[in-house]
């Protein structure tokens, strides 16, 4: 619908209309989800023999895993999508779980930062609802539970279902969440403020309690309508999502595109891999980000080097250093000149700022200088 006809339509009526928003281009910033169509993997595109949930592939979304005693499986940014969009996240079961007892749980999740959900006025008289939308595609087909969970104040959970009614068949799936008038609100603050949760297995402790509603958290009620436990349960079953969004209102809009460059830079806020953009600019360690080097002088003294993040970190990030020899948490050194270098050395100190990282050495036996790329990381 162009936009003159729903101007007219206030003009007579006074009225818009949720489905003649939804049905024009003219939104604006709409999606909270960073790296819904999952085109950043940052840390690597495919990780296989995992056991324990962390982020291992896409950014901004972890699988994460409670009990478990088999169960191992691969995780993937693939070229498998639907129309519109050219990839998605993968998981896939390689060694099955035989049996889900009661303490065992997996689900893949999606964290908000607070400061970034004030306008949904949680826990006010005033809360707004807000809508999932997004594709999935499983090899098991049946009943799946997704909620949003807040820890803020009173930790409040809210659950619903979709069904997946088609194996190895792209689905699109949409859900509307009340808003939440109760629980104290979400705080200002650079925190965990929504957790967007999609449940692939949950045991009786994280299942026998059911809410479409907000409620308090508890346990019992993570994984509340959760139904379908078959993805781990089977060897080499599948479970696939992309075209990630959450908004604002009682209706999904079309999935918000942006450039492949502005959400790189969203998710350089809470990861950023110094080591792989050194590397994708065709540069060796030699001109890695924390070098310093002089052909010229050498001898004993302090030296000191800083690199710049290329956007502010959500907080202070935890630093891995890579020397040139790829050993974690050390530096090089050039040593005769400039002409040589030797690895696997501890730097001095390392200061870590949410715009910057310092590491200094004290440089003896004619140390030229020292380099080293860097991970930080600032995820919530």
């Not at 007579?12 to 910033?29: K, M, Y």
């Amino acid at each position: 619908m162009p936009l003159s006809k729903i101007v007219a339509n206030s003009i007579t009526d006074n009225t818009i209309t949720t489905d003649q928003i939804a049905d024009t281009s003219v939104h604006g910033r709409r999606n909270l989800v960073i790296n819904g169509a999952m085109q950043v993997a940052q840390r690597s595109t495919s990780q296989t023999g995992l056991t324990s949930g962390t982020f291992a592939t896409l950014d901004r979304f972890r699988v994460s895993n409670a009990g478990r005693d088999e169960h191992v499986y691969t995780e993937a940014q693939v070229s498998d999508a639907p129309d519109g969009f050219v990839n998605s996240f993968k998981v896939t079961t390689t060694t099955a779980e035989t049996s889900i007892d009661a303490n065992d749980a997996f689900w893949v999740q999606h964290i908000i930062e607070a400061q970034n959900l004030q306008h949904l006025q949680n826990g006010s008289s005033g809360a707004l609802s807000t809508t999932l939308s997004f594709y999935v595609k499983s090899s098991q087909t049946g009943t799946f539970g997704v909620n949003l969970y807040k820890p803020d104040n009173t930790a409040r959970v809210i659950n619903s279902t979709y069904t997946i009614s088609s194996a190895d068949t792209w689905e699109y799936k949409t859900i509307t969440f009340a808003g939440d008038t109760a629980g104290g609100g979400i705080d200002n603050n650079n925190g965990e403020g929504l957790r967007v949760v999609w449940h692939l297995a949950a045991g009786s402790n994280y299942d026998s309690a059911n809410s479409t509603s907000w409620i308090n958290y508890s346990t019992a009620n993570w994984a509340g309508g959760h139904a379908q436990d078959g993805v781990i349960t089977t060897t080499n079953a599948t479970w696939q999502i992309t075209g990630v969004q959450f908004e604002v209102g009682d209706k999904a809009t079309p999935f918000e595109h942006r450039s492949f460059s502005e959400e790189e830079q969203l998710c350089f806020r809470y990861y950023y891999d110094a080591k792989k953009a050194n590397a994708d600019q065709g540069n060796s360690y030699y001109f890695a980000p924390l070098h310093r080097y002089d052909s010229h002088q050498k001898g004993v003294g302090w030296e000191f080097v800083t690199a710049q993040h290329p956007v502010r970190m959500r907080a202070a990030p935890t630093i891995t250093l890579i020397d040139g020899n790829g050993n974690t948490g050390k530096i090089s050194h050039w040593t005769s000149g400039g002409g040589n270098q030797t690895h696997n050395h501890n730097p001095y100190t390392t200061e870590s700022k949410e715009m910057n990282i310092t590491i200094s050495d004290y440089s003896t036996n004619g140390i030229y200088g020292f380099y080293a790329a860097y991970r930080a990381d600032a995820e919530l």
